[in-house]
Structure formats: structure tokens, C-alpha cells
């Protein structure tokens, strides 16, 4: 069974930080790119950051200087660190696993977790 179990969310004052946490289970972790997504209500899903198993970053741009992805592949875990959270960072954070296998004709596997709430208001 694959569970992606975040934690970390929670009710911050504009410019605080807050940092996610993703723990994978049932995966071949370091295989796997990890991502966060947020979603806000009545918005599109927007992926936030990735990274590879190689290490190499992405972010988008709203918190690229801001938020920081890292991995540590010996505790099968994800981290998202956001600092100066603005309150358009308010969103549901969904952890991502993602396996796309190079070469042809092999499927790929796809991931959630259950999302956390994070709240940046005054």
C-alpha cells in the first residue's frame, strides 16, 4: 500500500514560516520525483515545487526566494520550507510521488497525499 502522510500545516501571521513534511511509504523513493502542490478553493491546482531525484529544483514563480523543497531519502521523506508566507499562500498543500521511467512504453505512477491546510492571516 503507497501513503504519502504530510504534516506541518497549520495558522501563521503574514511573514512567518511554516514547514511541510512528507513521509512516502510503499515506493521506491529515491526513483521518485516529489512534488507540492497547492490548492486554493474555487482555484486551479498549481504545482509549487519539485524535486528529482537527481536534486535539481523547481519552483514556481510566486515562491521562487521564499519557499525551499528538500529531500532526505534515507527517511522516505519530502520537506517544504516557506518563509516570509504571504496571505495568497493560503491553500491546501498536496505532497506529490511521481515515477516516469525512461525509455518507451512503460507506465508512469502518480501519488497524493491527502493535502494539509495552511493559513496565513493576521
Known amino acids: 500500500q503507497v501513503q504519502l502522510v504530510e504534516s506541518g500545516g497549520g495558522l501563521v501571521q503574514p511573514g512567518g514560516s511554516l514547514r511541510l513534511s512528507c513521509a512516502a511509504s510503499?515506493?521506491?523513493?529515491?526513483?521518485?520525483?516529489m512534488g507540492w502542490y497547492r490548492q486554493a478553493p474555487g482555484k486551479q491546482r498549481e504545482l509549487v515545487a519539485t524535486i528529482f531525484s537527481d536534486g535539481r529544483t523547481t519552483y514556481a514563480d510566486s515562491v521562487k526566494g521564499r519557499f525551499t523543497i528538500s529531500r532526505d531519502n534515507a527517511k522516505n521523506t519530502v520537506y517544504l520550507q516557506m518563509n516570509s508566507l504571504k496571505p495568497e499562500d493560503t491553500a491546501v498543500y498536496y505532497c506529490?510521488?511521481?515515477?516516469?521511467?525512461?525509455?518507451?512504453?512503460?507506465?508512469?505512477?502518480?501519488?497524493w497525499g491527502q493535502g494539509t491546510q495552511v493559513t496565513v492571516s493576521a
Open positions: 510503499g515506493i521506491f523513493f529515491s526513483a521518485f520525483a
Open positions: 506529490n510521488a511521481n515515477w516516469r521511467p525512461s525509455g518507451s512504453g512503460s507506465a508512469a505512477l502518480d501519488y
